[in-house]
Every structure is written in C-alpha cells, then in structure tokens.
C-alpha cells in the first residue's frame, strides 16, 4: 500500500513543480524580431495567399510558399514550405522569414501560435466568402506596406464583377449543377462560397439549401432538380476537353435533365474557381460564360 | 537490468531522432544559440522549440499506448487486444471531431479545445462501455467486447455523419486528426502529460505480479490471494486514463499499442514485471522512430503517423514471429 | 481434536436454479485426508468451489480454522487454502517455473520481487511433483498429465496448511496417479496438512483416504437416511471414515454399477464389472465349450 502512496506524492509533485516552473514563456525571441513595416522575407501558407502576394507586387520579397501555389508561375520557383494541409514548420523557420501569412484554420492554427510565440510576426486572415476576401486584401496591403496596390487589385475586381452584374440584371437566373465529385456523386450546397459565384454570375443553385455542405445526390434528385447548366470544375490541371468528353458519357443517361439535353455541360478550370484570390472575377466570368454564352461572346 | 539498458536506448534514439528531419540543422550551431546570441538562429529554434518537444511528445504517446496495451491483453487475456478496443478510439473521436466541426475557438489554459473534448470524449466512452458491459453481470469480458464494439459502430457511424456535414479544412483537419499526428505543444503540456503516462506506467508495473497470475487464469488467480475484481478495476481504469491523454494528444495512432506489447512478449515472455516497463520504453522508442520517418520520407509535407506505424509496424512484427519462436504457443 | 474445514448447513444453487448440494455438514479434523467420491454432477467440484471460497453458498456458513470465510479477504484464504481445479492452457506462453511462482504473488516484495523464500518453495514443489525436469518448457507444450502434475506443484508451493484438489489424477498415468496419492500422504503426514481430494479412483482413495465423503445428487430423490456405526447417511451424501463408506454396498447403490469386491491383506478393493463384460465372459465360456465339443465329435 505504501507504494501507491508514494507514487500519488510524487505525482502531485511533479504536476505542481511543472505548473510553477513551466509557465508558457517564450517572450525572448520577441525583443531580436522587429516587426517591421516593410517585410523583406515573406512566406505565404495558402495558394490563394500567395496569389494575393504576387498581384501586390511583392514577388522578389517571398521567400516560400506552399507546395500547392501554382499561380502564377513564378511561385513554381519558391522554396516549399509543406503544402496547404500540412504546412512544415521547420521549412518555415530555416527560411528566416519576418512575416508569415497564413489561413485562419485548425491545422495553422497550431503553426501560427507556435510562430507567434517563438516570436514571428505572422498574419493570420479568414478567407471563407467573397465578403472576407475583399477584407483581407487590404490587410495583407497594410501589413506589406502595399496599401496602394491592394487598392488597385480591389478596384480591378470591382471593375469586372460589376460589369458581370450588369450584363445578367434582370435576366433569370440559370440553374446551376455545381458537380464536385462524380463517384460518389457530391455537389456544392448553398453553403459553400462556390454559391456566392454562381450568384454573382447570375446563377442559381439547382439544389435547395442542405445541411450537407457538399450534399450527395442521387439520381432522382438530379432530375428533380432539372438544372439548365452542369459545370465541373477540373480539379486535376489537364486536357480540359477529354475531361468534358467524359463528363457527357457520364451524364448522357439522364437524358430528362434540361442541361444534358441541352448538352449544356461545362468543364472548367478548377484552380481559378476554387480559390478566392485576386483572380475572382476572371472566376466568375467564367462561370457566366458559361450560363450566358451568349452575353460573353462565346 | 534490461529496463536501465532499454531506457538508456531510448534516450540515445530521441536524441538521434531529434537531429533528423527535413531541414538540415546542425547541432553545433544550435548549441551556441543557447546562450541567446542577437541574431535569429533558425538551427537552434527548430532542435529547442520544434524538434525536441515533437520528440518528446513521441515518446510519451508511444510509452502510454504500449503500456495500456500490454494491460488489456492481460485483463481481456487476449494478445490480439489493443487500448482502443473499447471504444476508446470512437469516443475521443467524436469528442475531437465534434470541437472541430462545432468550431470551437474557446480554449482551456490556452489548450485547443480539441485535445479536451477528445480526452472527455476518451473517458466518457470508456464509462459508457463500463456500465453497458456490468449489465451482463459482474466484470464479463465478453460482454465488456461486446458492448466496446456496439459503441465503437455506433460512435463511428456519428462521426462518419458529422464528416459528411463539414466544411472542406474541418474536414481536413478531422481526418487528419483520426489518423493521428504530432503537433508540436508547449512544455508544460509535455510536463503534465509525462508526469500522467509515467504514474500510469509505474502503477501498472505495481500490479503486473497480479496481472500475471488474471493472465493466466482469473478464477485461479482469486485462489492464489489476489483480488481479482479490484486489480481488474484498477489496471482497466489506469489503461483507460493513460490512452485518453495520448489520444488527446496526438490523435488516433494505431499499431503501437497491438504490435509493441506482442513483440516484446514473444523476444521476453509474458511476465508482466519486465513485460510493463520495456514494451513502454519500446513503444515510446518505435514512435519517436516512426514519427522521425513520417517527418522524413517525404519532406517538406508529412505523412500522419498512423500511417507510418502500420507500414513499419507490419513487416517488423511479421520477422519477430518468425524469429522467435520462444513463446508461440498461443498461436495454434 | 482441531477442525480444520468445517461446513454446515450449506445450501447452493446455480443461478436461481434447483440447488445442487442442500443441508450438508461436516467437519474435516487438521491434518486429515478426506476423498470426496460421486457421481457426475453430484455437486462435488461445486462443494470444493465454496470451501475454498470461489462461489457463496445461499445459507450455511463454510468456517477455516474457526472462522467464516465470508470474513477473510482473499489474500488471507489464499495463506490458507490452495486449490488445484482441472488446469487449462493459458492463452500467453509461460513457462513451467513462471507458472508455479504464481503461487507466491502473495508473498512478493514491495517492487514485485521474488524472495529466495519464494524460488526455494518453487524448487521444492517441482522436486516433490517429478517437474524439475520441464521448469523452463511453456506449459502449452508439455502432455495433459504432465501439466496436471504442474498444477500440483503450483499448490503446493502456495504453502497453505489446507489443500484442496479437484480430480488431481486425470489424464495421469498409473505411476503418477499412485505417485501423486503417495506425495499427498507424505506431505499430509509430514507436515501436518489437511488434505480434501475428489477423485473418482474409489480404490486409491480406500487406500490412502482417511475419511470420504460420497455423495449423491440430489435428483434423483436420494433414500431416506439411515445411520450405520460410525458412518453417518444423509441421503444427499455419506461422510465417514474411508473403509465404511467406501464400501461395495454403497458404491453400487450410488454409482448404479455391480461389480465384485474383497480384501487383500489391509486393503480393500472394488472392481466394476459392465454388463457386456459378464455377457461376453458367459459367452466366451460357452462359445468355448460348443467349439470343443464339436472338435470332439469330429474326432470320433
């Protein structure tokens, strides 16, 4: 029995002594980073991050991105740093940055802290809507000394997205079957910004609000639903015209669905739709090319 | 004694491991940066801040899973037991996937609500099976595996559910947390969650002549003086626990707490004295190892370490089996 | 005369069911040795179970020593009474030594050591069981009996003034099975252990036993009770010492076999005798003498 006492002593003692001692205290670094105004050495922790670098200018300043970031094509030439799921902190820190801008999701959010408490300057940004990203465009400006340029970007967005409005007010809106994946068949929900897209392009969303963010679907919802137009996204950068020959031997059996018999079937490409970055409205034009060929001089 | 000799291994392989990894850092550099020179010395920080507690933390998920596993193959005296059998893996799932899903962004001292929900997700489960498998009488042990398994389908198909809801990074993250990963914590996490696996390990250890005599036989184990129940209780409740803190830690690393028991019994034997300390050591060194090569194999991304126990773990078992050949004979 | 086991009155059913021993009582006087002797389900390795302490009778009190084993903790029954049931294979691999030290877990120190105390009890139980020989072989690969012996041994090293034993001589052959009853005696008589066996070797248990206990299941409805000398009839069993109630009459009344007994010297002995076996040595006979006379007549 004494034994069992001994160990529960030493146990309390061991958890109070680390408690006292083992206080979160990271604060040394701090004093030998100064957080500057103009940051040489960035590091970008998301494609669509680094796509927002690259239209302020700031290319030669970035020192690594993620192993995803593939537009433009000079992010090719970085230094990787993990990829978007699995950032690798270790990449990050060899590379000496002084700003980190990352995601704010689970996975950075662990990187983030352990940055920020090692004593890096990192920004952490929500880009989960068209809203959000009209904010952290900005921010990403500001923390750059880029203000003027994230300016400009915005501006040019607004440019073109609101010349899209123009040439779909008052029209119907089409009826779109976003597909995300074909086996199982998944399409994206009104919960997604993919949505907020197809809005803006003067879509609508075949399928009603679900609690499924990205609903499976079964063949009699499909028809139910009766879209006027389908559109894949093509996910794997390839020959987008194989990938539509086998999209329509796919969908050719459901021959009662309006887009099928149409043969309003569309694949595109899935970078520039899946990412909110400064391409947006080259993303939404897209779409509406694809719902009004007619108003986009296809 | 083997034990000194093992854990003198393991602190020359943490040591080694610490060293390895995707940047090549060198130790000289990072020693002269503990006396805090002006400019930033990457090598330093990634050994001090980012290799050492990935180590350690290893360490101490690979000592905990080992050790509940070596003592639910003897309570349930069966070798093919590991410490999620009883629905502990469901549970902390669950708990884990349910804060990330439910978004969470409130923490406890500065811990991630996820590592809590999935220790409170741990222990729930394991009670709820507990009193499921009483109401076939008295400690059962068929009705304890019966009763792990209709709560773990049962948990399993809430969580299939909850991911098919989520939002493509949660449910990133939830899968990357259900095949487990090492994230770097601070120290006083590593602390406490050392000081738990340890006590664990060293309780265990104080039960392990009692262990064996249940192993062998729990009705002649009650003749022979020991009080069945209660150790049963003790060493079920100590298992529990111990796997809890390293699910909440780290996720849903499988293989350790199956294979590293049986290994070392099949070179040791079964006596639980020896049996409890080593098979910890060894599984806190195999992770510590596993993990380094999930780091490693294919930088600059890493692989979950569920991943890399299963495919190390397989091939190093199957040789143990057939090169010892001391203790087989269970296997017919 | 101290009483080393005593029951009375006890009273037990399986789960709500009929009970399987109803009003038994009996004393064991310390350093005896008592056979218990029945038939199939009769309830014997149930009555052994609840004097060692593994199941609880519904009414009645079991007391070691004087006192109610409902009152002691395990640890302290275990200094007290071993037992040896009808061993299995354990599902991990120990070895014969590890096995038998199992017994001494009682005993380890505080970090779970043995003593020396505890490897030379070990010794002793393997030299005395003829094990000595297996002590670092795995269970699972020695023979039936030779497992059985090891079993033995782990009882005996447990080192309790009291051993009970269930069928100790199953699966072994005759020179184990009358080396065993010789080991049982020797330790009875040397070191003043009381020793409770069921065996179903009646003739073994006549020469070795003391006192025997047979008894009869209770369904069907056993015969009114009677007493005889110095042996008492219950119906339910019959407890005395080893001649009387070992004797031929009882055997068959209660077995349901025939068969023929006597007396060589001191000891007495029983033999069953099937109906087959009468039929065929009748037959035997005749077919013998059918066969000479027709020789016979063939050679006139």
């Known amino acids: 029995m004494r034994k069992w006492w001994i160990l529960l002593v030493a146990f309390t003692a061991w958890i109070g002594l680390g408690c006292i001692w083992l206080q979160p205290r990271y604060v040394e670094a701090v004093s030998e980073r100064q957080p500057s105004d103009t940051p040489e050495r960035i590091v970008s922790m998301a494609p669509n991050l680094t796509e927002i670098l690259f239209a302020l200018g700031l290319d030669e300043k970035i020192v690594g991105v993620t192993q995803d970031s593939d537009y433009p094509p000079a992010a090719a030439q970085k230094h990787t740093v993990g990829t978007f799921w699995q950032p690798n902190i270790e990449a990050v820190i060899a590379l000496k940055p002084d700003l980190i801008v990352t995601l704010i999701f689970e996975q950075q959010r662990n990187l983030t802290e352990r940055l920020t408490r090692m004593g890096y300057k990192c920004l952490a940004l929500d880009i989960s809507t068209v809203d959000d990203l009209f904010t952290a465009i900005p921010a990403v400006g500001a923390a750059t000394g880029r203000s003027q340029q994230a300016e400009q970007v915005l501006g040019g967005m607004r440019a073109r997205m609101a010349a899209i409005r123009e040439a779909v007010t008052g029209k119907n809106r089409v009826r779109v079957l976003w597909v995300v994946q074909r086996d199982p068949l998944r399409v994206a929900g009104r919960n997604t910004f993919i949505n907020e897209l197809i809005e803006l392009a003067g879509g609508e969303n075949a399928v009603g609000s679900t609690l499924h963010v990205y609903p499976p679907v079964g063949g009699e919802q499909i028809i139910a639903s009766a879209p006027q137009v389908i559109i894949e996204p093509a996910m794997i950068g390839g020959d987008l015209p194989a990938q539509r020959v086998k999209a329509v031997s796919y969908w050719g059996k459901y021959t009662t669905v309006p887009a099928v018999a149409n043969g309003r079937l569309y694949v595109i490409d899935g970078d520039l739709v899946s990412r909110l970055g400064p391409r947006l409205g080259e993303g939404i034009e897209a779409i509406a090319k694809c719902l009004r060929p007619e108003a986009f001089g296809e | 004694m083997r034990t000194a000799a093992t854990a003198v291994m393991l602190v020359v392989v943490m040591l080694v491991c610490s060293l390895v990894g995707s940047e ?10 503990i006396h805090g020179s002006g400019s930033p010395n990457p090598d330093y920080e990634i050994l001090v801040h980012i290799r050492v507690p990935r180590v ?5 998920v690979g000592a905990a899973l080992a050790a509940a596993g070596t003592a639910l193959q003897a309570l349930l005296r069966n070798p093919l037991a590991d410490p999620y059998i009883l629905g502990i893996s469901s549970g902390a799932g669950l708990g884990a996937t349910l804060a990330i899903i439910g978004g969470f962004s409130w923490t406890l001292w500065g811990r991630s609500p996820v590592a809590v929900f999935a220790f409170a997700g741990a222990l729930g489960t394991v009670w709820l099976v507990w009193v499921v498998g009483r109401v076939t009488g008295k400690f059962h042990v068929t009705g304890l595996l019966l009763a792990g398994v209709v709560v773990n389908a049962f948990f399993s198909a809430i969580i299939m559910f909850l991911i098919s809801i989520a939002k493509g ?7 990357f947390w259900l095949m487990g990963n090492m994230a770097e914590e601070d120290f006083l996490v590593l602390w406490i969650g050392a000081g738990c696996v340890a006590a664990g390990v060293i309780s265990l250890y104080f039960l392990a002549p009692q262990l064996n005599a249940i192993s062998f036989d729990p009705a002649d184990a009650r003749s022979m003086g020991i009080h069945v129940e209660k150790v049963q209780l003790v060493a079920f409740t100590i298992s529990a626990f111990v796997t809890a803190v390293a699910v909440s830690l780290s996720g849903l690393v499988g293989f350790v707490g199956l294979v590293v028991p049986h290994g070392v019994r099949l070179v040791l034997g079964p006596d639980h004295r020896q049996l409890v300390p080593i098979s910890s050591i060894c599984g806190a060194m195999f992770l510590v190892v596993a993990d380094t090569a999930a780091r490693v194999i294919v930088a600059p991304a890493q692989l979950p370490v569920g991943v890399v126990t299963a495919i190390i773990g397989g091939p190093f078992f199957l040789i143990l089996l057939v090169r ?9 | 005369m101290t009483v080393s086991v005593e029951v009375q009155n006890i009273r037990f059913a399986y789960h709500r069911g009929q009970p399987v021993l109803e009003d038994i009582s009996f004393a064991v006087p310390a350093g005896k040795f008592l056979a218990i002797v029945g038939p199939n389900g009769a309830g014997k390795s149930t009555l052994i179970n609840l004097i060692a302490g593994s199941l609880v009778c519904q009414s009645g009190i079991v007391s070691v020593d004087g006192i109610d084993i409902r009152s002691c903790q395990p ?16 599902v991990f691999g120990f070895s014969v030594a590890e096995a038998v030290l199992m017994a001494r877990t009682t005993h380890y120190g505080p970090l779970g050591f043995e003593s020396e105390i505890d490897r030379q009890c070990v010794a002793e139980a393997l030299e005395m069981t003829a094990t000595t020989g297996f002590a670092s072989r795995p269970l699972a690969s020695l023979s039936g009996g030779e497992r059985q012996r090891v079993f033995i041994a782990r009882a005996l090293a447990q080192d309790t003034p009291i051993l009970l034993m269930d069928e100790p001589t199953t699966f072994l052959d005759l020179r184990h099975q009358v080396a065993i009853f010789d080991l049982l005696k020797t330790i009875q008589i040397d070191k003043a252990r009381t020793i409770i066996a069921i065996t179903q070797d009646i003739n073994l248990a006549a020469q070795y036993c003391d006192q025997a206990l047979l008894l009869r299941p209770l369904r069907p409805p056993p015969l009114p009770a009677e007493s005889t000398g110095t042996c008492r009839d219950r119906g339910h069993y019959r407890i005395g010492p080893a001649c009387e109630v070992l004797a031929a009459a009882h055997i068959q009344e209660v077995f349901g076999v025939s ?21 065929a040595v009748r037959d035997a006979n005749s077919i013998a003498q059918r066969t000479d006379r027709a020789l016979n007549r063939h050679k006139q």
């Open chain 2, 169 to 175: 990074q949660q449910l990133h993250a939830t899968m």
């Open chain 3, 75 to 90: 640890r302290e029954l275990a200094r007290k009474i071993a037992i040896v049931r009808q061993g299995s294979v354990p």
């Open chain 2, 56 to 60: 350690i933390l290893a360490a101490i």
């Open chain 2, 24 to 33: 090549q850092i060198s130790l000289k550099t990072a020693m002269a940066g």
């Open chain 2, 324 to 332: 010892y050949n001391r203790k087989v004979s269970w296997l017919r």
């Open chain 3, 259 to 279: 068969g023929f007994s006597g007396r060589i010297g001191k000891e007495s002995f029983f033999i069953p005798l099937g109906r087959l076996a009468k039929d």
